[in-house]
C-alpha cells in the first residue's frame, strides 16, 4: 500500500482542464487506487485526522486479507487544510490523474457539496462518512455517516426526560447546526417540551461568555449544545468555569465526535449527554481488540476511536463488499450491488445500505461523558435513515442529483 499526502495547491490549469476518465483505464494497472480527501490540517483537524488514518488502516486490512479481485489497494491521501478550494482541486486530481475507484471524504456539508457534483461529473464513485444534516440524494454518492432523524429523533425525547421542558440550543453556523436545531425544535416541542432560544456560531468562534449569560438568564433546564471543531470546545471550558455544570443540564447530538472528552478535562465535561452510533465503550465481540489496534494508528495524536473515524473505516469496507459482489470495480456494478441491500458488519455493529437513498442503517446509542471516556446508557438497534428515505427515492428517480431540506 501506498500513500501519499498533498499539501499543495495544483498549478493552475492542470486538473481542471482534463478530461473524465473511464474505467476500461483500471484494467491495465496491478492495482486498484481510492483517495482519502480529509481536513488533515486546519480548524477541523481534530476530526479529519483520525477519519483518514482510519481510512488507511481499512485499506491495510483489506491488502492484508489479500487485496480485492486479486490486486492490492493503493490510497492516495490528500490534505485540505480545511480549504474548500482544496477540496475542488483534490477531487478533480483524484478523479483525473490519477484515476481512482472511489473518493472517501469531507467534513462539512460545504465541503461535500464541493466535491459530490464534480465527483459524479467524472464518474467517480464518492462515500461521504461524516454526521449531518441528511437530504443528499445522489445516485453517485453513498453517506456511511448518521443524520438526525437516526440520532436526534432519540436523545431529544431522552433530554427532556433527564432534565426537564425547557431547553436553549447552541449550534455550528452551517448546514448541520442550523437544520439539526430546526429537529431540536419540533422534537421538543412535539414531546411536550418548549425552545427558551438559538444561537448560532461561526467556527472560528472562541469566546462564548456573552452566549452563557444569555443561557443563565434564559433559565432552561437544559442545553442542547451541538457545536463543531477545536475552537467550539471552549464552549464546554467556559460552561464549567461560569459555574453552570451540575445546575442545567448539557446535550449533544456531536459531543465527542471531535474528541470533546479528550480535549476538556472531568470537571468541564462530566454529565453531558451525546448519541452516537460508535463509541469505543460498546459491548461488541471484538470491539477491545480493534480499540488497541486502532490506537496504534492514532498514535502521536490526541484522538479517540468515535463515530466519525469508525465510519471512515467502515465506508471501505463497506465499498469492498460492493466489488467483490460485482466482481469488478467498475462504478454502475458496484453501486448496483450495494443497492442489494448489502450489509458490512465490523467491531461496531452492523451497517446495511438503503437501496432507496443511499444511505444505511444504524445501531444508535446514547451516552454519558464520564472521565475522558463514556457510559453507555441506552440503545437502539438498527435505526432506519427515515428522514432521508422519506424524501429520497432513487429507484425511481435514479438520475436525482439534489440535496433535500429536511427540517421538519
Known amino acids: 500500500m501506498i500513500s501519499t499526502k498533498r499539501r499543495t495547491v495544483l498549478k493552475a490549469g492542470t486538473a481542471a482542464l482534463a478530461a473524465p476518465y473511464f474505467s476500461k483505464a483500471f484494467a491495465k494497472s496491478d492495482v486498484i487506487r481510492i483517495a482519502s480527501i480529509y481536513d488533515e490540517s486546519g480548524i477541523l483537524s481534530n476530526s479529519g485526522r483520525p477519519m483518514a488514518e482510519m481510512l488507511n488502516m481499512a485499506v491495510e486490512d483489506i491488502n492484508k486479507q489479500g487485496g480485492l479481485l486479486g490486486k492490492q489497494l493503493e490510497l492516495i491521501r490528500f490534505d485540505t487544510q480545511s480549504s ?18 472511489a473518493v472517501f471524504g469531507a467534513m462539512t456539508s460545504a465541503s461535500r457539496e464541493v466535491i459530490r457534483p464534480l465527483l459524479r461529473r467524472y464518474n467517480t464513485l464518492y462515500f461521504y462518512s461524516t454526521q449531518y444534516e441528511g437530504g443528499v440524494c445522489d445516485r453517485n454518492t453513498f453517506c456511511v455517516g448518521t443524520t438526525p432523524g437516526q440520532k436526534a429523533i432519540k436523545i431529544d425525547p431522552y433530554v427532556l426526560e433527564k432534565f426537564g421542558k425547557k431547553i436553549y440550543v447552541v449550534a455550528a453556523d452551517y448546514n448541520l447546526g442550523h437544520i439539526i436545531s ?21 467556527l472560528e468562534q472562541t469566546d462564548f461568555g ?3 449569560k444569555k443561557i443563565q438568564a434564559a433559565q432552561p433546564d437544559a442545553v442542547m449544545a451541538d457545536l463543531v471543531g477545536t475552537k467550539h470546545v471552549g464552549f464546554f471550558r467556559q460552561w464549567a468555569a461560569s459555574g ?30 451525546t448519541s452516537a452510533c460508535y463509541f469505543p465503550e460498546i459491548e461488541i465481540p471484538g470491539n477491545d481488540a480493534f480499540v488497541k489496534r486502532a490506537a496504534d494508528h492514532l498514535s502521536g495524536q490526541q484522538a479517540a476511536l ?5 465510519m471512515a473505516y467502515y465506508a471501505p469496507m463497506l465499498w469492498a463488499e460492493g466489488v467483490k459482489l460485482a466482481g469488478t470495480v467498475e462504478r454502475m456494478p458496484v453501486i448496483e450491488a450495494l443497492e442489494t441491500g448489502l450489509s458490512y458488519e465490523g467491531p461496531g455493529g452492523k451497517i446495511t445500505v438503503d437501496g432507496k437513498s443511499h444511505h444505511v442503517s444504524h445501531d444508535i446509542y446514547i451516552a454519558e461523558a464520564r472521565d475522558h471516556g463514556f457510559k453507555i446508557l441506552e440503545t437502539y438497534r438498527d435505526l432506519l435513515p427515515s428522514d432521508t428515505s422519506a424524501v429520497c427515492d432513487l429507484e425511481k428517480n435514479p438520475n436525482e442529483t439534489r440535496q433535500f431540506v429536511i427540517d421538519s
Request: glycine share 12%; aromatic share 10%; no cysteine.
Open 84 to 101: 474548500n478550494q482544496l477540496y475542488g482541486q483534490y477531487a478533480i486530481e483524484a478523479a483525473t490523474k490519477h484515476r481512482v475507484s
Open 244 to 273: 453552570m455544570s451540575g445546575r442545567v443540564g448539557l446535550a449533544s447530538t456531536i459531543f465527542g465526535t471531535g474528541d470533546e472528552q479528550l480535549l476538556t478535562n472531568p470537571r468541564e465535561h462530566n454529565g453531558i449527554l
Open 210 to 212: 456573552a452566549s452563557i
Open 182 to 202: 430546526k429537529w431540536h425544535r419540533r422534537l421538543f416541542e412535539q414531546h411536550g417540551g418548549s425552545i427558551a432560544g438559538v444561537e448560532f456560531f461561526p
Open 306 to 310: 468515535n463515530e466519525l473515524p469508525m
